[in-house]
């Protein structure tokens, strides 16, 4: 299926261009991004192509707008007060343009009354990141993984745990996430547009904010999940998608069938080592006893130094930790 048409328009040219350069370099919405540096030939565009989405100048009269023919407006405003007969939503232009995406799509969503769609034929890959056991470096790999891996494709991780801390970990404080994108799979089932609005950029790396409250995870089954997973990864461009799975415990086995390959970190204590064994007898007793195959213990590298927050990205990617999941890719890609 083609993508549908997004035109951008602003006073300032290269603004226009550099914001559909990035968002079709990012590819986190479902649309051809067309930048204009001049609001005649956006006019005549439109006159002979279907606009979806129009993101113009809010210094652009509502006339002129109502010519070009866009399906739907948004404005890209420098912090003016918009006038109370104003018909379309605004977004503040100078700020990150992964965050002006969010309210974009957040507000397309909302509004285009538009169902989701497929956006291509095959499957991202899944890769599970599980342990039964505390404390083992599972979210520092995972991320040093999906890092190394956004290098050379499109990867998008997802924290499955109920207390991640990765909003002080990022510095960030998340409008919307995978609570969000929970509750409206089970309203609307998959929308492309939900995911492009809560989608953040750490690095190279796409991620999905984890649930706001623990709360949110005990009130959809580990199926669901499951199935919101697999939509992603049949419906989006990602090539692969990253499931950092808290402790889910037995109910993560659902969750973990949809992944092609496990990557579990592992102790050598015996209290470790008699809870995997615990998990795959669970695992076996279950019904789920294929997965086991799928499963790759791995034992991440321990070093004093590892945790600062302020340079965390660069410890996970230029310390042992790097090095070591280096080397695991190259053996099982």
């Not at 991780?157 to 799979?185: A, I, P, Q, V």
């Not at 294929?290 to 791995?298: D, E, G, N, P």
Request: charged share 25%; glycine share 10%; hydrophobic share 40%.
């Amino acid at each position: 299926m083609a993508k549908r048409v997004m035109a951008v328009y602003d006073e300032d040219p290269l603004y226009a261009e550099r914001l559909a350069e990035y968002v079709n370099q990012k590819e986190q919405v479902p649309f051809s991004v067309l930048g204009f540096t001049a609001l005649e030939r956006l006019t005549d565009y439109g006159a002979d192509h279907r606009i979806e989405l129009l993101l113009v100048d809010s210094s652009v009269s509502r006339e002129d707008i109502e010519k070009i023919g866009a399906a739907f407006v948004i404005l890209l405003a420098d912090g003016e007060v918009a006038p109370l007969e104003e018909p379309y939503p605004r977004v503040y232009k100078y700020q990150a343009a992964d965050r002006i995406m969010r309210e974009v799509m957040g507000f397309y969503c909302n509004n285009s009354g538009e169902p989701g769609y497929a956006m291509v034929s095959r499957s991202g890959r899944v890769m599970g990141v599980y342990s039964p056991i505390n404390r083992c470096l599972k979210t520092s790999f995972a991320l040093t993984m999906g890092q190394l891996l956004a290098r050379d494709l499109k990867v998008l991780y997802m924290n499955f745990e109920d207390c991640s801390g990765f909003g002080r970990l990022m510095g960030e404080e998340y409008k919307g996430g995978l609570s969000d994108l929970l509750y409206y799979y089970g309203q609307e089932g998959f929308h492309w547009g939900r995911l492009g609005a809560v989608v953040h950029t750490w690095g190279d790396l796409d991620y999905v904010p984890p649930v706001q409250y623990p709360e949110d995870l005990c009130q959809v089954t580990g199926q669901m999940m499951a199935e919101l997973v697999g939509h992603i990864a049949r419906e989006s461009t990602y090539g692969s998608i990253i499931l950092d799975l808290g402790q889910f415990g037995k109910k993560g086995a659902e969750l973990l069938e949809v992944c092609d390959v496990v990557y579990m970190p592992v102790k050598d204590d015996c209290v470790s080592a008699a809870k995997v064994e615990e998990f795959e007898e669970y695992l076996t007793s279950s019904g789920h006893e294929a997965l086991i195959s799928r499963i790759q213990k791995i034992k991440p590298p321990y070093h004093s130094s590892f945790g600062r927050r302020d340079n965390y990205l660069e410890q996970l990617l230029w310390g042992e930790l790097g090095d070591y999941t280096r080397q695991l890719l190259r053996k099982f890609p």
